[in-house]
Every structure is written in structure tokens, then in C-alpha cells.
């Protein structure tokens, strides 16, 4: 990767700075995506670097998101982000706009890759996980752990039927997360061009929890609010009110409340009700 994309990404800061930082990056703007889209091309085709960055900056709160699912193994979160921002930056240079996805979920593997081998290293411990497999079973296990100190007969049976592995592949995973006789390091090859099997979409994933689909929950429900509020607004001050009042607030109010304010009966409040809803239905359709 060249030293102008990685100097696009945010330099996380250590210490109390960290709330700062994703204060600053929930601010920058979402892109939507015919705007991701156009950035991606004029990346592709005219290698604009100013189109690089705003796909990168775009995207930084959702490594953020990343990174706190790994907050368990007591490395420092800025650090965890910060790997992750390499992971986003090796993804937005590989980013085909034709495929048809959105570049969250295409994303998504670098940023779980790059945080994975930070982990991996740091833990310091001999061959703690050298294959495919082990690694699978290495971050699996730590979030299997319900406690502090070492597993039970029956906590390793249950882990082992839940990962579909053997009891024995348990203990010596566990065994090996304990000790921590020496350093290890992993390859970890930086050249682009490089070809290599382990491809970042086989390493493992946490099916737990989408982030493609928590991202595209979240764009949908603002788009939806930014609808509803615009359909609001071309109503009249009185069905705003009532629309507010029975459906909106927190405190909903009932027909003969608003009956009462506006000096109507019930009746009128509801036709008023019913009115204002087949409005608001046409506006946002």
C-alpha cells in the first residue's frame, strides 16, 4: 500500500483522546450509495487519491464498531482501531464498484483480518494458533469463557459440542491461551502484488453480529426518519399536534385529551387522526 493512502487514515490517539476520536469520526458524513459509488470509479479509473480518502474517512466509525467486539483480550483499543484502519485502507484499494455490494461488507474482512493478526501477535504465546482451524478456535474460545480460571469438565464438553470440536482440541487450546512461555510471530506479508492462500474472507467471522446489516438497519431507519419528518411537515400545524401526540411522544395522549385542547369531539380528533395518517402514508410512499 503507498504511503499517501496510509497517511489518509486518522491517527488514533491513546488515552482519554480515544472518546475524542470517535466523537470526530461518527461526525463525518455517510455516504450513500450512488455517492460511494462515484468515489470508487474515479478511484479505479483516475487513481484520485482525494476520492480514496473520502471512502476511507466515510468509513472509519464502522471499524470502530469492529474493534470494540475484541475489547476482551486487553489490548489497547486505539491500537485494535488503528489495525483495523489498515485493514479499511488495503479494502478501499481493492474495491470493484461494478460487483454490485456496498463497500462496508466487502470491508468488513480486510478490517477483521488485520485486527485478528494484531491479536494474534500480541498475545506472545508459543504457537497458540498456527493453522486455520486454530485460529477459529482461539478467538471462539475466549468468547466461550463465561468466567475467570480454568473450564470445568462439563464447561468443556458444552464448548466442544457448541464449536464442533473434540474435547481434547479444548483443553490444549485453552492449555496454550494460559502459558505464555516465549514470543511467536506470524507472517504477515505487506506486499500487495504477493499472492497468498489465506485470503482475507477465510478467516473467521463472528456470525453473531452483521455489520453490513447493522450498517444498512442504521442508513435505512435515517432515511426513513428524514421521510417522516419531511411528510410532517406539510401538514397542518393541528395534525402535526395530533400525529405528534398519538403516535410520536413518549407521553401519548388519547382522543378525548386532544378533544379537550382543540374544543372538538373525539369523533373529530380521530377523523383528524385518520386524515393526517393517509397523508403522511402518500407522502413517504
Known amino acids: 500500500?503507498?504511503?499517501?493512502?496510509?497517511?489518509?487514515?486518522?491517527?488514533?490517539?491513546?488515552?482519554?483522546?480515544?472518546?475524542?476520536?470517535?466523537?470526530?469520526?461518527?461526525?463525518?458524513?455517510?455516504?450513500?450509495?450512488?455517492?460511494?459509488?462515484?468515489?470508487?470509479?474515479?478511484?479505479?479509473?483516475?487513481?484520485?487519491?482525494?476520492?480514496?480518502?473520502?471512502?476511507?474517512?466515510?468509513?472509519?466509525?464502522?471499524?470502530?464498531?469492529?474493534?470494540?467486539?475484541?475489547?476482551?483480550?486487553?489490548?489497547?483499543?486505539?491500537?485494535?482501531i488503528q489495525e483495523g484502519n489498515i485493514g479499511l485502507m488495503k479494502a478501499v484499494k481493492r474495491f470493484d464498484p461494478t460487483v454490485g455490494v456496498r463497500l462496508v461488507s466487502f470491508a468488513v474482512h480486510w478490517i477483521k483480518a488485520e485486527i485478528h493478526e494484531f491479536v494474534l501477535k500480541n498475545w506472545r504465546i508459543v504457537k497458540v494458533a498456527t493453522t486455520k482451524a486454530q485460529r477459529k478456535l482461539f478467538f471462539n474460545l475466549r468468547k466461550s469463557k463465561k468466567r475467570l480460571g480454568w473450564f470445568n469438565r462439563e464447561e468443556i464438553k458444552t464448548v466442544a459440542e457448541t464449536l464442533g470440536v473434540s474435547e481434547r482440541e479444548v483443553v490444549e487450546m485453552e492449555s496454550r491461551m494460559s502459558n505464555s512461555d516465549m514470543a511467536f510471530d506470524l507472517s504477515n506479508d505487506d506486499d500487495d502484488n504477493a499472492t497468498t492462500s489465506f485470503a482475507p474472507v477465510q478467516y473467521l467471522e463472528d456470525h453473531s453480529s452483521d455489520v453490513a446489516d447493522t450498517v444498512e438497519q442504521q442508513q435505512w431507519d435515517n432515511h426513513a426518519n428524514q421521510k417522516l419528518a419531511a411528510a410532517l411537515r406539510t401538514l397542518d400545524e393541528r395534525s402535526q399536534d395530533i400525529i405528534n401526540s398519538r403516535w410520536l411522544l413518549d407521553s401519548k395522549q388519547t382522543l378525548q385529551?386532544?378533544?379537550?385542547?382543540?374544543?372538538?369531539?373525539?369523533?373529530?380528533?380521530?377523523?383528524?387522526?385518520?386524515?393526517?395518517?393517509?397523508?403522511?402514508?402518500?407522502?413517504?410512499?
Open 257 to 285: 385529551d386532544l378533544a379537550d385542547k382543540y374544543s372538538v369531539s373525539a369523533e373529530r380528533v380521530r377523523q383528524l387522526e385518520k386524515n393526517a395518517m393517509k397523508k403522511l402514508q402518500a407522502a413517504m410512499s
Open 1 to 80: 500500500m503507498s504511503k499517501q493512502m496510509q497517511s489518509m487514515a486518522l491517527t488514533v490517539p491513546s488515552g482519554g483522546s480515544i472518546e475524542s476520536y470517535m466523537q470526530m469520526v461518527n461526525g463525518i458524513p455517510m455516504l450513500t450509495a450512488a455517492e460511494e459509488k462515484q468515489l470508487a470509479e474515479r478511484l479505479v479509473q483516475d487513481e484520485d487519491l482525494q476520492a480514496a480518502q473520502k471512502l476511507i474517512m466515510s468509513h472509519l466509525r464502522f471499524v470502530v464498531h469492529i474493534a470494540k467486539g475484541y475489547a476482551g483480550y486487553g489490548l489497547p483499543q486505539a491500537d485494535l
